[in-house]
C-alpha cells in the first residue's frame, strides 16, 4: 500500500482512523511531517523505513530523555535498529495521544523503561531510568549510596509479590494509582 | 481473537485499537475478522450503513477539535511549563464557559423580550453618558437594562404573552441550579480519580518517575526539569531517614510557630473584614461618584496584598511537606477572601436594603465596580508578583531568581472573581458579558507575563490533586455562598417598590405563588398545581428524602468498608501466592 504517496486516499485514511486513536487532522498532520523527514527519491517508494537518526531530528522527540528507547520499541525492523514506517510512527502518535487508554499507555511506558528488554523491570533497569532522568554526567548522578536506597524504596512500593523484579500488572498497577501519569505521557505534533 | 467475532462492529473497532500491538497485526486482525464476517450475514447493507455512521463520528470529533479555544497556546505552554501551569490555564477557560453561557441565556430570556417590546430606555432628562460610567457603574448605566432596576414586571404582550416576573425567576433559579449540578459532577468525577484510586502520598519516588512529562520539548526546560527531579529525588531521600529526628523540644516550637501564625492570619482576616465593614458604614454617601470607587479600591488592595503577606510566613514556619504548606497557604487566602465577601454582603442584605429605594440596583452597581476595579487589580497584581519579580530576581538581587508562576495564588484569585459574578447575576444580569471581557483579556495577559517572565515550577507532581481542591473550593464555599446569598434576597427581602420586576411584591418567591393561582383556573394544567402543592411545599416530602439519602449514604459506606478489607486480603494472597510459586 503506498502510504508514502503524497496524497492518503480516503480508505487508508478511514482505516488508520479505526485502527489508532488519532483523529483525521492529526494523521494528516503526522503525514505530512512523516514526509518532510523523506529525502526526494524515497518519496515515490511504498513503505520506507527511515533510520533513527532522522526520526531524532523531529523537535518533540529530540530533547526527550527516552528517545532511543521509544524508537526501539515502536520499530518493527527484523534488525531491531529503531527505524519507523510511517504506520510504526502511526502507532507512537497513537499510544501517545490524548485519547489513548491506560493501559495501552501503561503497556508501551513498560516496554519503554524496560532497557534490556527481558520482560520485566529489574534493578539495572531501574538505575538506568533513575540516570536517564537526572544527568549523564558525574556530578549530576546520584551517589551508589543514594542509587541503592531509591531502588530499595521503589521496589517496596511496587513489588507486590516481592521476586526483587517490577512485572507488568504491579506497574499498572501503581500507574493506575498515579493521576498523572496519563497527562504526562503525551506527545502531540 | 475468536471473542472478538462475536462483538458488534463498534465494539470490535475499539478492541482491536486496545490492543498493544504493531499496526501491522492489528491491520492483520482487522482484515482475517472482516473476512470472517463476509460469511456471516449481509455484508454490504450492514457495512455501508454502520461504516457512514462511523464516517460521520470521526468528522465531528475532527471538527470539535479544531473548533476548540486556544487550542495552540495551551499546546505551546504546556510543552514548556508542565501541567500544573496549564490547569490554571484550563481552569480559567472552564469558568469562561460558565459565563458564555450565563450571559446567552441571561441575555436571550431576559434583556431581548424587554428590548424588543420597549427598545428605549426611560432615560430622565439631565442624565447622559459620561465617560465615568464605565468604571464605576452607576449614572447613565442605572437607567438602562444592565441593572435589576432597568426590567419591567408586566406582561409583556407580542407575538406570545411573556411574563417579565416569571422569566426574571426562572432563568436565574435554572441556571444557578444548572451550575450546581455541572460543579458536583466534576468534582466527584475530579474526586474519585485523583484522590480515591490515587495514592495520596505523592512524593514516592516511583511517582515521580512515572509522571516524567513527554510533552516538553524546550531542550533547556527539559535540563531543568532533570535538575529538579534530582533535587526532589534526593529530598524525598532525605526526608525518610529524617523523619524520627525531631526531639520533644523542637516539636513544641515547631507547634508554637505554626499556632502563632495561623492566629496572626485569622486575625488579619477578620481586621480586613472589619475595616471594610466601617469603611462602608462610614461613607456611604452618593455625592460624589468618585468616592464609591473607594470601597473597591481598598477590598481589591487587600487581596492583592495580604496573599503575599501570607506567602511569607513561609520563611518561618517549617511544614512536613510542600503539600501542607500549599494547604495551609490555600486555606489562609479562602479565610480571608471569604471574611471580605461575608462583610460586603452583610452589609448589603442588611444595611443597603432598608435604606435605599431602588436597592437591588444600589448592589449591582457595588458589585460592577468590585469586578471592574478587581480587573485592573489583576493586571496591577500580574505586573508587580511577575514583571517586577523577575526584574529584581535578574538583575537587583540575584539570589532570588526568575519568578516561579504562583498558580495557588491565581487559581484563588479566579474563584473570587467568579463568586463575585455569580452573586452579581440577580442584580445585574448583564454582568457575565463584563466578566467574559475580563477573562479574555486576562488569558492573554497571564500568558504573555507567563512566557516573559516566569520559569518553570521547580517541584513537579500534585498537579492532579491541587486541581481537585480548586474544584472544591470553587463549588464550596464559594458557589454554595453565592447561591445562599442570592436565596436569602429571594426569600427574606422585600423587593423595592419603585423599579425591577418584582416590585409590589411581599418577596420574591412569590411570584410563584400567583403563578400557580393563576393556573389554577386551567383545568388542564391541575397535575402543576398538585406537584407544587404536595410535593414542594409540603415538609414531610423533605424529611422523607433526606432519610432515604442517609440510609443509602450508610449502606454504601458500609460497602466501602467492605471493599477495602476485600483489597487487603488480595494483597495478601499475592504476597502469598508468590512465595509458594517462586
Given at each position: 500500500?503506498?502510504?508514502?504517496?503524497?496524497?492518503?486516499?480516503?480508505?487508508?485514511?478511514?482505516?488508520?482512523?479505526?485502527?489508532?486513536?488519532?483523529?483525521?487532522?492529526?494523521?494528516?498532520?503526522?503525514?505530512?511531517?512523516?514526509?518532510?523527514?523523506?529525502?526526494?527519491?524515497?518519496?515515490?517508494?511504498?513503505?520506507?523505513?527511515?533510520?533513527?537518526?532522522?526520526?531524532?531530528?523531529?523537535?518533540?522527540?529530540?530533547?526527550?530523555?527516552?528517545?532511543?528507547?521509544?524508537?526501539?520499541?515502536?520499530?518493527?525492523?527484523?534488525?531491531?535498529?529503531?527505524?519507523?514506517?510511517?504506520?510504526?510512527?502511526?502507532?507512537?502518535?497513537?499510544?501517545?495521544?490524548?485519547?489513548?487508554?491506560?493501559?495501552?499507555?501503561?503497556?508501551?511506558?513498560?516496554?519503554?523503561?524496560?532497557?534490556?528488554?527481558?520482560?520485566?523491570?529489574?534493578?539495572?533497569?531501574?538505575?538506568?531510568?533513575?540516570?536517564?532522568?537526572?544527568?549523564?554526567?558525574?556530578?549530576?548522578?546520584?551517589?551508589?549510596?543514594?542509587?541503592?536506597?531509591?531502588?530499595?524504596?521503589?521496589?517496596?512500593?511496587?513489588?507486590?509479590?516481592?521476586?526483587?523484579?517490577?512485572?507488568?500488572?504491579?506497574?499498572?498497577?501503581?500507574?493506575?494509582?498515579?493521576?498523572?501519569?496519563?497527562?504526562?505521557?503525551?506527545?502531540?505534533? | 481473537?475468536?471473542?472478538?467475532?462475536?462483538?458488534?462492529?463498534?465494539?470490535?473497532?475499539?478492541?482491536?485499537?486496545?490492543?498493544?500491538?504493531?499496526?501491522?497485526?492489528?491491520?492483520?486482525?482487522?482484515?482475517?475478522?472482516?473476512?470472517?464476517?463476509?460469511?456471516?450475514?449481509?455484508?454490504?447493507?450492514?457495512?455501508?450503513?454502520?461504516?457512514?455512521?462511523?464516517?460521520?463520528?470521526?468528522?465531528?470529533?475532527?471538527?470539535?477539535?479544531?473548533?476548540?479555544?486556544?487550542?495552540?497556546?495551551?499546546?505551546?505552554?504546556?510543552?514548556?511549563?508542565?501541567?500544573?501551569?496549564?490547569?490554571?490555564?484550563?481552569?480559567?477557560?472552564?469558568?469562561?464557559?460558565?459565563?458564555?453561557?450565563?450571559?446567552?441565556?441571561?441575555?436571550?430570556?431576559?434583556?431581548?423580550?424587554?428590548?424588543?417590546?420597549?427598545?428605549?430606555?426611560?432615560?430622565?432628562?439631565?442624565?447622559?453618558?459620561?465617560?465615568?460610567?464605565?468604571?464605576?457603574?452607576?449614572?447613565?448605566?442605572?437607567?438602562?437594562?444592565?441593572?435589576?432596576?432597568?426590567?419591567?414586571?408586566?406582561?409583556?404582550?407580542?407575538?406570545?404573552?411573556?411574563?417579565?416576573?416569571?422569566?426574571?425567576?426562572?432563568?436565574?433559579?435554572?441556571?444557578?441550579?444548572?451550575?450546581?449540578?455541572?460543579?458536583?459532577?466534576?468534582?466527584?468525577?475530579?474526586?474519585?480519580?485523583?484522590?480515591?484510586?490515587?495514592?495520596?502520598?505523592?512524593?514516592?519516588?516511583?511517582?515521580?518517575?512515572?509522571?516524567?512529562?513527554?510533552?516538553?520539548?524546550?531542550?533547556?526546560?527539559?535540563?531543568?526539569?532533570?535538575?529538579?527531579?534530582?533535587?526532589?529525588?534526593?529530598?524525598?531521600?532525605?526526608?525518610?531517614?529524617?523523619r524520627e529526628l525531631l526531639t520533644l523540644s523542637e516539636k513544641l516550637k515547631h507547634f508554637g510557630v505554626h499556632l502563632g501564625s495561623w492566629l496572626l492570619s485569622t486575625g488579619l482576616a477578620v481586621g480586613c473584614g472589619?475595616?471594610?465593614?466601617?469603611?462602608?458604614?462610614?461613607?456611604?454617601?452618593?455625592?460624589?461618584?468618585?468616592?464609591?470607587?473607594?470601597?473597591?479600591?481598598?477590598?481589591?488592595?487587600?487581596?492583592?496584598?495580604?496573599?503575599?503577606?501570607?506567602?511569607?510566613?513561609?520563611?518561618?514556619?517549617?511544614?512536613?511537606?510542600?503539600?501542607?504548606?500549599?494547604?495551609?497557604?490555600?486555606?489562609?487566602?479562602?479565610?480571608?477572601?471569604?471574611?471580605?465577601?461575608?462583610?460586603?454582603?452583610?452589609?448589603?442584605?442588611?444595611?443597603?436594603?432598608?435604606?435605599?429605594?431602588?436597592?437591588?440596583?444600589?448592589?449591582?452597581?457595588?458589585?460592577?465596580?468590585?469586578?471592574?476595579?478587581?480587573?485592573?487589580?489583576?493586571?496591577?497584581?500580574?505586573?508587580?508578583?511577575?514583571?517586577?519579580?523577575?526584574?529584581?530576581?535578574?538583575?537587583?538581587?540575584?539570589?532570588?531568581?526568575?519568578?516561579?508562576?504562583?498558580?495557588?495564588?491565581?487559581?484563588?484569585?479566579?474563584?473570587?472573581?467568579?463568586?463575585?459574578?455569580?452573586?452579581?447575576?440577580?442584580?445585574?444580569?448583564?454582568?457575565?458579558?463584563?466578566?467574559?471581557?475580563?477573562?479574555?483579556?486576562?488569558?492573554?495577559?497571564?500568558?504573555?507575563?507567563?512566557?516573559?517572565?516566569?520559569?518553570?515550577?521547580?517541584?513537579?507532581?500534585?498537579?492532579?490533586?491541587?486541581?481537585?481542591?480548586?474544584?472544591?473550593?470553587?463549588?464550596?464555599?464559594?458557589?454554595?455562598?453565592?447561591?445562599?446569598?442570592?436565596?436569602?434576597?429571594?426569600?427574606?427581602?422585600?423587593?423595592?417598590?419603585?423599579?425591577?420586576?418584582?416590585?409590589?411584591?411581599?418577596?420574591?418567591?412569590?411570584?410563584?405563588?400567583?403563578?400557580?393561582?393563576?393556573?389554577?383556573?386551567?383545568?388542564?394544567?391541575?397535575?402543576?398545581?398538585?406537584?407544587?402543592?404536595?410535593?414542594?411545599?409540603?415538609?414531610?416530602?423533605?424529611?422523607?428524602?433526606?432519610?432515604?439519602?442517609?440510609?443509602?449514604?450508610?449502606?454504601?459506606?458500609?460497602?466501602?468498608?467492605?471493599?477495602?478489607?476485600?483489597?487487603?486480603?488480595?494483597?495478601?494472597?499475592?504476597?502469598?501466592?508468590?512465595?509458594?510459586?517462586?
Amino acid at each position: 500500500m503506498g502510504t508514502t504517496a503524497s496524497q492518503l486516499g480516503k480508505d487508508l485514511l478511514s482505516e488508520y482512523q479505526e485502527l489508532t486513536f488519532l483523529t483525521k487532522q492529526e494523521i494528516l498532520l503526522a503525514h505530512k511531517r512523516f514526509t518532510e523527514l523523506l529525502t526526494k527519491d524515497e518519496k515515490d517508494l511504498p513503505n520506507t523505513r527511515v533510520s533513527m537518526e532522522r526520526v531524532l531530528t523531529l523537535p518533540e522527540l529530540k530533547s526527550n530523555p527516552f528517545r532511543k528507547r521509544i524508537c526501539y520499541v515502536f520499530s518493527t525492523s527484523e534488525q531491531k535498529d529503531g527505524s519507523l514506517t510511517f504506520e510504526d510512527f502511526l502507532d507512537l502518535l497513537s499510544a501517545f495521544s490524548d485519547s489513548a487508554t491506560l493501559e495501552i499507555k501503561s503497556h508501551y511506558a513498560f516496554r519503554i523503561f524496560d532497557f534490556d528488554d527481558d520482560g520485566t523491570l529489574d534493578c539495572g533497569d531501574l538505575e538506568k531510568l533513575v540516570n536517564c532522568l537526572t544527568g549523564e554526567t558525574d556530578e549530576t548522578r546520584l551517589t551508589t549510596e543514594e542509587m541503592r536506597q531509591l531502588i530499595n524504596n521503589i521496589l517496596e512500593e511496587s513489588d507486590i509479590d516481592k521476586d526483587g523484579t517490577v512485572n507488568l500488572s504491579e506497574f499498572q498497577h501503581v500507574i493506575s494509582r498515579s493521576p498523572d501519569f496519563v497527562s504526562s505521557f503525551k506527545i502531540v505534533l | 481473537v475468536k471473542e472478538f467475532v462475536a462483538l458488534s462492529t463498534r465494539d470490535r473497532i475499539r478492541a482491536i485499537r486496545d490492543l498493544a500491538m504493531s499496526f501491522e497485526e492489528k491491520k492483520h486482525i482487522r482484515w482475517v475478522l472482516t473476512d470472517k464476517q463476509l460469511n456471516l450475514y449481509c455484508y454490504t447493507c450492514n457495512k455501508l450503513h454502520s461504516q457512514s455512521l462511523r464516517r460521520c463520528g470521526y468528522s465531528i470529533r475532527s471538527a470539535r477539535q479544531t473548533l476548540e479555544l486556544w487550542q495552540g497556546i495551551m499546546k505551546e505552554i504546556g510543552g514548556k511549563f508542565g501541567t500544573s501551569v496549564l490547569s490554571y490555564f484550563l481552569f480559567l477557560k472552564w469558568l469562561l464557559m460558565f459565563n458564555i453561557f450565563s450571559f446567552l441565556i441571561n441575555f436571550g430570556f431576559i434583556t431581548i423580550p424587554l428590548l424588543v417590546y420597549d427598545p428605549s430606555p426611560n432615560i430622565p432628562p439631565n442624565v447622559s453618558f459620561r465617560g465615568l460610567e464605565i468604571l464605576t457603574g452607576a449614572g447613565y448605566f442605572n437607567y438602562t437594562v444592565m441593572y435589576y432596576g432597568g426590567y419591567s414586571n408586566e406582561t409583556l404582550i407580542g407575538l406570545v404573552d411573556y411574563n417579565m416576573q416569571l422569566a426574571y425567576f426562572f432563568t436565574i433559579a435554572v441556571y444557578m441550579v444548572l451550575c450546581g449540578i455541572a460543579l458536583i459532577f466534576s468534582m466527584a468525577s475530579s474526586f474519585k480519580e485523583n484522590y480515591v484510586l490515587a495514592d495520596t502520598v505523592s512524593n514516592s519516588a516511583w511517582q515521580l518517575l512515572c509522571s516524567w512529562d513527554f510533552s516538553i520539548t524546550n531542550e533547556r526546560a527539559v535540563r531543568q526539569r532533570k535538575n529538579n527531579l534530582r533535587v526532589q529525588l534526593k529530598e524525598s531521600l532525605s526526608e525518610r531517614a529524617q523523619r524520627e529526628l525531631l526531639t520533644l523540644s523542637e516539636k513544641l516550637k515547631h507547634f508554637g510557630v505554626h499556632l502563632g501564625s495561623w492566629l496572626l492570619s485569622t486575625g488579619l482576616a477578620v481586621g480586613c473584614g472589619a475595616s471594610i465593614y466601617y469603611l462602608y458604614a462610614a461613607n456611604w454617601s452618593l455625592l460624589q461618584e468618585a468616592e464609591t470607587l473607594l470601597v473597591p479600591f481598598v477590598v481589591s488592595l487587600m487581596n492583592l496584598v495580604v496573599p503575599l503577606f501570607y506567602s511569607l510566613f513561609n520563611k518561618f514556619e517549617h511544614y512536613s511537606s510542600l503539600g501542607r504548606q500549599i494547604y495551609a497557604l490555600v486555606v489562609r487566602n479562602v479565610l480571608l477572601k471569604m471574611s471580605i465577601l461575608a462583610v460586603l454582603c452583610y452589609y448589603w442584605m442588611n444595611v443597603v436594603a432598608e435604606k435605599f429605594s431602588c436597592w437591588e440596583s444600589m448592589v449591582g452597581q457595588a458589585l460592577y465596580r468590585l469586578v471592574i476595579v478587581d480587573f485592573l487589580f489583576l493586571m496591577l497584581g500580574s505586573f508587580f508578583g511577575e514583571f517586577l519579580s523577575n526584574v529584581i530576581g535578574t538583575r537587583l538581587l540575584p539570589r532570588l531568581g526568575v519568578p516561579e508562576f504562583d498558580v495557588a495564588r491565581n487559581v484563588l484569585e479566579l474563584i473570587y472573581a467568579q463568586t463575585l459574578a455569580w452573586i452579581g447575576i440577580y442584580f445585574s444580569p448583564l454582568l457575565p458579558a463584563i466578566q467574559i471581557l475580563k477573562f479574555f483579556i486576562l488569558f492573554y495577559l497571564k500568558k504573555v507575563s507567563l512566557t516573559q517572565n516566569c520559569q518553570p515550577p521547580r517541584r513537579t507532581g500534585r498537579a492532579a490533586q491541587m486541581q481537585t481542591i480548586f474544584i472544591a473550593l470553587l463549588f464550596f464555599p464559594f458557589f454554595v455562598g453565592a447561591l445562599s446569598i442570592v436565596a436569602y434576597t429571594a426569600w427574606r427581602l422585600t423587593p423595592s417598590e419603585q423599579c425591577g420586576p418584582f416590585r409590589g411584591l411581599n418577596n420574591t418567591f412569590s411570584v410563584v405563588g400567583v403563578w400557580i393561582d393563576d393556573l389554577q383556573e386551567i383545568p388542564a394544567s391541575q397535575w402543576v398545581v398538585w406537584i407544587y402543592q404536595n410535593v414542594i411545599r409540603s415538609e414531610i416530602f423533605y424529611f422523607l428524602i433526606t432519610l432515604i439519602i442517609i440510609v443509602i449514604i450508610y449502606i454504601f459506606w458500609q460497602v466501602t468498608q467492605g471493599r477495602k478489607q476485600l483489597i487487603g486480603q488480595l494483597r495478601q494472597q499475592i504476597v502469598n501466592v508468590s512465595v509458594l510459586h517462586p
